[in-house]
């Protein structure tokens, strides 16, 4: 979740600058990568028994 904070500038306009919530971090980059290697390996196994038919 993110919130805005409004920054105030010399003129009358308001600027809105979005910050990410601190409870809702992204997942960490490791993860990622093992999550879309875990990914590819279960298509390439998938593949692979087709061929094998």
């Known amino acids: 979740m993110t ?14 600058r979005p910050e ?3 409870h809702e971090t992204a997942a960490p980059a490791r993860e990622c ?3 879309a290697f875990v990914d ?3 298509q390439f196994d998938e593949l692979y028994c087709q061929l094998a038919r």
Do not use: F, K
Request: proline share 4%; no cysteine; glycine share 4%.
């Open 33 to 35: 990568i093992e999550r």
């Open 40 to 42: 590819s390996l279960a």
């Open 3 to 16: 919130h805005s904070t409004e920054v105030h500038s010399a003129g009358d306009d308001e600027q809105v």
């Open 20 to 22: 990410p919530d601190q």
